[in-house]
């Protein structure tokens, strides 16, 4: 299912719809051509759950995630420092920065997280 942020997440990992339900690894089959991914936040590449990364997920969809538009990095204060760009773009998948709407995100992203003093 789509997560609050956009994310691949699931506990049993299959993503279902009226239509469809398909394993992760199903979809590289179920969706041909090159699609984009939009976001709020940029994808995760470390979960304090332990659960897979949203970076990683989106690695294995390259086939047909080819461009990531994300509306605002990832704050520091959620896992430190985030190379998930990097991680995607050395995988091939260009990801592009959509300004304008950083204060709103930030906003929703961060209520509740504690803040440094």
């Known amino acids: 299912m789509l997560g609050p942020r956009s994310q ?20 590289a089959k179920a969706i041909t051509g090159p699609h984009a991914l939009y976001t ?6 470390k979960r304090l759950s332990g659960n897979l990364p949203c970076v990683e997920r989106i690695i294995r969809q390259s086939s047909w995630i080819k461009t990531v538009y994300v509306g605002v990095q990832e704050p520091e204060t959620f896992v430190g420092q985030n190379p998930g760009r990097k991680m995607l ?14 204060d709103e995100i930030l906003a929703v992203a961060t209520a509740g997280h504690v803040k440094d003093a």
């Open 8 to 27: 691949f997440t699931s506990q049993t990992d299959k993503l279902q719809t009226k239509q469809h339900s398909t394993t992760e690894e199903g979809l």
């Open 40 to 45: 709020t936040v940029e994808p995760c590449f």
């Open 89 to 102: 773009e050395d995988a091939g998948i260009q990801v592009v920065h959509v300004d304008g709407l950083e």
